[in-house]
Each structure stands twice: as structure tokens, then as C-alpha cells.
């Protein structure tokens, strides 16, 4: 069903009602928009897995994979040809790890799915930030060869904190992909184990048993990604992997809420006018749009919106999209910044009050203790100024109230204040705009959401 559209009491602006008819007759059997990450442990197969996916969807032309295969043969590094499609730079391909979130599409029965791929490696946590953040939903991958499986969800492993980091930020539904069966002979009994271990995790960190679902695959072999595999028939009647992203209930978009939309990317257009990039998060824009750019407090004109470089007349929460302001002077602009509705503009704020979960940590957490906010595109030095509660992790009940400290894998509701003011939401009133993280020496060591701006 397309996501309903309902026409507020308060006055309209001109051609309002138009682009909602549009979007309403536009929706109705289109696929609908989910943002996916993939999260997981370092080479539990996540690029392979998910190259071959596009592969077997058709997205990576015969003619790129061959030179995927010789340039990999070359190298001496042919198992990482399927990977290479999700790798974009010679330098992340030599070093045969990915590094940024790259992105790309595919489309299902009903949803156009954009990937947003999260490298597992330490180094490179800061990448996945972005990727996270943007997610409806996630591919958690857990690698099922003997042994792998237990070093990735032991302590020092990363399977547990990108499902509490996804989960934190809001995703709800998760696909874990049990990878790698070929290596364990397509064991019914190992994939059974994994499953009956992760089960219990998910929902200790707070996903519902009915939101996740376990697909055994392969993605060297390719095996049950869009076809179901000989080697499971006899004993697996669940989804392929394609099918169960397939599967996912669509995310709300929140058109009815105020405009939104963080700048994600700025150029200069061909004509007069700059090009601002990003994604709308709720609300709708339409041409000839007042816009406040906040926290800049400066007024602009959408003089073109522009979706996969064609112009349109209107744009909507959940879309992709490229607005031309005339007004601004660029250099004032700046990522991150918040393209709002001057009617009902963003709020800007230095302190809020947050639930966060805490991960892996070694010391722990006081009052006072200071951490870098990562919000979007965003970087704030931020301080934990005051601790209020513990909180149980699913219910949220309160367990203590003002605790001395926060120890590893606890909740908690904290109030942070920050360095410099940033654009920023309650999750309940807008979700897109109000999670967070936070990171202190390198290291994430929490992530949460925004419940009172103060
Ligand atoms: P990532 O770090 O999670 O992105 O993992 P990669 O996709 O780079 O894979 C790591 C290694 O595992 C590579 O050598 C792959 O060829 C190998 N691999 C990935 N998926 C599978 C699989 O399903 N079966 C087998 N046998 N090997 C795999």
C-alpha cells in the first residue's frame, strides 16, 4: 500500500494539493524506498555477499565483472572478485577491505532498496556512522564456518555491537544472513545452534522475535540469495535472501511532519543558484519553496528540484533529491546543515536529554565525561553533564535513579550538552533526526536517541 498522504485542515500552499495527488497516484504500485545496512563482523562475507547479490539481480554488467575477474586474478586475489562491486577505489580494493559507505540500488518485487554497504573493520567505524543512520533496515551477516561464527559474537567480536548499533538507532527488523554454510556442508544442525544463539541476544538487546528473520546462504556459491539452493531443499522452507528483504514492512514516511532535509552535498549549479543534496526526511518541498537554512538562519528560494538530475515539481520525505537555492551565499553553507520549513523551523539547541545504550566499554562512565556527538554528517564535542537513570534495556523501566555510573551494555537516560549548537529533533517527532552517537578515543561507546530538547 502507498504510504498515506492526508490533507492538513491548516491552509495550503499553492500546488500543494496537486503534488499530493501526484504523490498519492505516483505511490500507489511503486516500489516502495527502504534505505538498507549491512552490518557484521570483518570478513564474515559481507561485500561478497552482497556483490553477488547485485550480480545475480542483474545490477553489475558482464562486462564489469569480467574486469573484476582478471584484475583480481592478477592481484592473486580472485575470491574478492564478487566484492569488488561494492568496492569502489583502487586503494580500498588493494587493500581488499571496504572503506566507505559506498551505495547502490536494486529493486524487488516491491521495494527499491538503496544499499548502504557498512565495512566491518575497526579502522573504519567512523564510515559506517553514516550508513547506520540512514537505515529503515539491516542485513545483520554472521559467518557459520566452525569457529568464525563464536570469534565474531565472543567479546572483541563486532556481531553484538552493530546489532545493538542499528538497534539503538531505531532499526526494528532485522534479516540475519546465516553466511558461509557451504563451508559446514549446509549442516541443518549448525545453522540451528547459530540461530538459537543469536535469537537469544536480539532479544535481550530489544528486537522483537517476530522481526527478525534467519536466511542460511551462501554468498561465494550464491546460494538461496534470489533462488532457493539444492543443498538446503530437503530441510529449509524459509525465504531467500531476496525475499526476505522483500519482505520487509516499509518504513512510515513522515509527509504530514514539518520539511526537513539535511544537506548532505553542495555544488555549484550551471545556472545561477547552488545545489544543495540530500535526503528529505519528512515533510514535502515543493518549486518556488521558502526554505530557512538552520542553524544559519537564512532564508533561501527553491528554484528547481531535481531528482536523478530531472527536474520535478515536488519531492517528498523519503526522497533523494537535489534543490537549487538562490539566497545563500555557498560558503556560508556548510553538510549537515538542516533545510526547514520557516513556518515550523528545526529547533537548534546545545543540551537535550537522550536514552542511549552503552557499548563495549572499559571504563566506566561518569558524570562529566566528555565524547564527540556524531549526528549525520555532524561532529560536536559533546559532555555527559548530568546521569539520570539506568534503565532496563527492552522495557525501560527504571532500575536507578541518578546512577554514580554507566558500565558496559547498560541504558540509560542521560542529558548531553554540547560545544556549539546543532539542528536536532526528538525521535519521537521526527526519528531521522534525532539519533546519535557517541565516541570518545576512536572508539563508539554509545548510541541513542533524543527525548527532550531542553
Ligand atoms: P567482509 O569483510 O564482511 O566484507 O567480507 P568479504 O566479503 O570481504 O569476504 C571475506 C572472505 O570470505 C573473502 O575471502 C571471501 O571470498 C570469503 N567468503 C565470503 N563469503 C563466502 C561464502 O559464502 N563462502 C565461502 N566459502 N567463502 C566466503
Redesign the pocket.
Known sequence: APPSVSTPKVSMRKGELDARARYQKERAGAQVPLNLVVV?H????????MGHLLLALGQVSAKLMHKYETESKKLGKQ??AL?WVLDESAEERERGI?MDVGQHKFQTASKCVTLLDAP?HKDFIPHMISGAYQADVSIL?VNATRGEFEAGFEMGGQTREHALLVRSLGVSQLVVAV??L??VGWDLARLADITAKLAHFLRQVGFKESDVVYVPC????GDNLIRPSPHLSSWYTGPTLVEAIDAFKPPERLVDKPFRMFISDIYKGQASGICCAGRIESGLVLKEDKVLIMPLQEVATVKSVQQDELSVLSAFAGDHCSLVLVGPDQTSLANGMVLCDPQNPIPVTKRFEARIVIFNIDIPITKGYTVVLHYGSVQVQAVLKRLLTQIHKSTGEVIKNKPRCLTKACSAVVEVALDTPICLETYSHIRELGRFMLRNGGKTIAAGVVTKIL
Open positions: 557484521g570483518v570478513d564474515s562475507g559481507k561485500s561478497t555477499l575470491s574478492f566484492a571496504t566491518g551477516v553466511n558461509k557451504d563451508t551462501s554468498g561465494f556459491t
